[in-house]
């Protein structure tokens, strides 16, 4: 047999790792010797009776990532739901951040290989293609309100993973598949059915699994999948008589963080009889309401305007929420449509920011900035935040700031009564400051009446300083860092919390430490690098304790604050199984301060290994409930990770299957069952 060597240099790109240059030298056998491979058998079965899912299409991960498929996928969510094409290769530059620690030039330069060249088959790829879609999806809910569940969104997405599937099957009648001649490895295997909803995929539609593929080996996986379930009911007129030709949508609630916030999922016209019914949505809570379409495009989205919310009235506040099983035909939702007045809201914008350095001319000398102007961006959320709002209908306007007056003035239309905050967000350029951005705000209360002279003052943010000890004395040598997070309802507001979040500062040895950039607002205390019996005693302002109410930011300078740690705190341990006694490996388990909820600095998270074990150090001693939640990357179901427990209505829903307990500086014990989520 003749043997030929090869001496050669790969460029190896693997997902989350800085690309290495590796030599390799490698001895090729001719003929080649008979690949490693195996079989994959599976079932897919409805969770609520274990009935077959039959015409399911099967993809396998590990195939690479095409470039065609990425330039389609950025065309397709363009042409469907007004997101730049661009948001692909943003997609690809977070997996990289997020999953292994690039730097941004890093991660855009392996970025720009991936675009132009494509991504390797294996098993590597299934991780660079959930990082891609997870990205998007995030960007798209959180800035745009695209719904996970809009069907030009699902198609895009369906179409990408097909195109890039190494192994395709279709389930037959009894639900079965069989994919053979699949290479050894780990991989993901994804199932999806229109009808049906799954698990542990960042696409609500679909539902995945890991699956090992061993040489000569058949691997037997089963893939539950949710059926899709129904809303229906009669729309009437003020006057009793069927309202036909009228859309109604249903929103589903959803949390980020634990705020709840509105996304479109599903809806449909009501006939000649008034009546409607909105089909395949997923599992959840939802509120039902008319919308009608205006003709105001606000973030490249043609917005949609409720005009009243189940059972009849428009305030989203007195909204009664519904909530869907999985198959469940839920009739009888019937109410009557109310046309509200629209109010029109007025005012100023005035800034204390410096003006911007103004251009130069031909000669170098300063331009006139007479007539010029600089952008402001009106955003409007409910003042509660507890309360769920249309995540794509917050921006409202812009107004126009002359540079010289250093005011301009606004005005918009707004359908829905309530009490809101208005946020304006202006631009800061070559002030030298610590944030490009800077944030006013004003409350307002919308009844009947036209809302007018409002004055929202945009100021340069400030800075905080102050000092943490550990049981009364300096921390000495740590690794403790400190920033803040909003408290309010600019929580709703990425712009707006992250950019003081991002701002994460060291406390230094003798406890001092001092934060910029802080918006007015209300803000909590966020620490970071606390060993694992330290915990959050107390947090002072002036005298106070201002621990569970959290601090407010003027345009003036701040009291210092002072962070009181102890380390004297408890252990919480135990073990968590499922409703047939097994260990429920994964599960979320979240400790919920019992009398003091609102202050999420006691809240405790943590996930149960393998064998359903669990342990969480550094808790404050005191009273709390204990919840256990499904885990894992669960999709749509993962509101645990999405921090719905510090919500109290969503709390409430499942606060029967929580556990009471008091944890004491000598340790904790408690054994839990998982609370399901559908």
Not at 582 to 591: E, F, N, R
Request: hydrophobic residues 40%; charged residues 15%.
């Amino acid at each position: 047999m003749k043997k030929i060597q090869y001496n050669f240099s790969r460029l190896l790109l693997v997902a989350g790792m800085v690309p290495l240059i590796v030599a390799a030298s490698v001895v090729v056998a001719q003929p080649a010797q008979t690949r490693a491979v195996g079989v994959i058998e599976g079932i897919v079965t409805q969770t609520d009776n274990g009935a077959p899912v039959a015409n399911a299409q099967v993809t396998l991960s590990g195939g690479g990532i095409k470039p065609q498929s990425l330039e389609r996928l950025g065309e397709q969510l363009n042409a469907s739901t007004y997101m730049p094409p661009q948001l692909t290769m943003g997609g690809v530059r977070a997996h990289y951040m997020n999953s292994g620690g690039m730097t941004q030039q890093q991660a855009q330069q392996a970025t720009v290989k991936v675009m132009s060249e494509g991504f390797p088959p294996g098993p590597e790829s299934a991780a660079m293609e959930d990082g891609i879609l997870r990205g998007i999806m995030r960007y798209t809910n959180v800035n745009f309100g695209t719904s996970p569940f809009n069907s030009d969104f699902v198609s895009a997405i369906s179409d990408f993973r097909a195109a890039n599937a190494q192994f395709k099957a279709t389930t037959d009648r009894g639900g079965r598949f069989i994919l053979r001649d699949v290479p050894e490895g780990q991989y993901t295997l994804r199932v999806e059915r229109d009808g049906y909803y799954g698990r542990g995929s960042s696409v609500p539609q679909s539902s995945a699994v890991p699956v090992t593929v061993s040489s000569r080996q058949a691997a037997s996986v089963t893939i539950p999948m949710v059926r899709a379930a129904t809303i229906s009911g009669r729309l009437r007129d003020i006057d009793g008589f069927p309202l036909a030709n009228t859309s109604v949508q249903a929103f589903i609630v959803t949390y980020s963080n634990g705020l709840p916030a509105l996304r479109a999922a599903a809806s449909n016209k009501t006939n000649d009889r008034g009546e409607y019914s909105i089909f395949w949505l997923p599992p959840g809570e939802y509120i039902v309401a008319t919308v009608r379409d205006s003709t105001q495009v606000v973030g490249g989205l043609l917005q949609q305007v409720v005009g009243t919310f189940y059972p009849g009235t428009a305030w989203v506040t007195e909204a009664v929420p519904v909530t869907l099983r999985g198959g469940q035909n839920l009739e009888g939702i019937d109410f009557t449509h109310r046309v509200s007045k629209p109010v029109r809201i007025s005012g100023t914008v005035v800034t204390t920011l410096p003006p911007p350095v103004p251009p130069a001319n031909a000669q170098g000398a300063p331009v006139n900035v007479a007539n010029q102007s600089r952008q402001a961006f009106l955003m409007l959320l409910l003042r509660d935040p507890a309360a769920p709002d249309d995540i794509g209908a917050r921006e409202v306007s812009t107004a126009r700031v002359d540079i010289a007056k250093a005011s301009g003035d606004f005005e918009f239309e707004i359908t829905q009564p309530g009490s809101y905050d208005l946020y304006v967000r202006m631009p800061i350029q070559n002030l030298g400051l610590s944030t490009p951005v800077a944030f006013g705000r004003v409350p307002f209360d919308a009844r009947d009446e036209n809302v007018k002279d409002l004055v929202v003052r945009v100021d340069p943010s400030v800075s905080l300083s102050g000092v943490v000890t550990v049981n009364g004395s300096a921390p000495g040598q740590n690794s403790i860092k400190i920033s803040m997070q909003p408290d309010d309802s600019g929580a709703k507001l990425p712009a707006y919390g992250n950019n003081v979040r991002a701002r994460t500062v060291p406390v230094d040895a003798a406890g001092a430490y001092t934060l910029p950039g802080i918006f007015v607002g209300h803000w909590q205390v966020y620490l970071e690098g606390l060993s694992a019996e330290m915990y959050i005693a107390d947090v002072r302002q002036g005298g106070s304790s201002v621990f569970d109410t959290g601090i407010t930011i003027t345009g003036e300078q701040p009291t210092p604050l002072q962070v009181l740690l102890r380390t004297d705190s408890g252990t919480v341990q135990g073990t968590v199984t499922d409703s047939g006694r097994k260990p429920a490996a994964g599960a979320s388990i979240v400790l919920v301060p019992g009398n003091r909820p609102q202050n999420r600095l006691l809240y405790r998270t943590t996930k149960a290994d393998a064998d359903g074990r669990f342990s969480i150090r550094g808790v404050a001693p005191g009273t709390y409930k204990v919840f256990a939640w499904p885990g894992g990357d669960a999709g749509l179901f993962s509101v645990p990770i999405d921090g719905g427990y510090y919500n109290p209505r969503f709390l409430a829903r499942y606060e029967t299957g929580s556990k009471s307990i008091n944890v004491t500086q000598t340790g904790t014990s408690v054994e839990l069952t998982i609370i399901p989520v559908d």
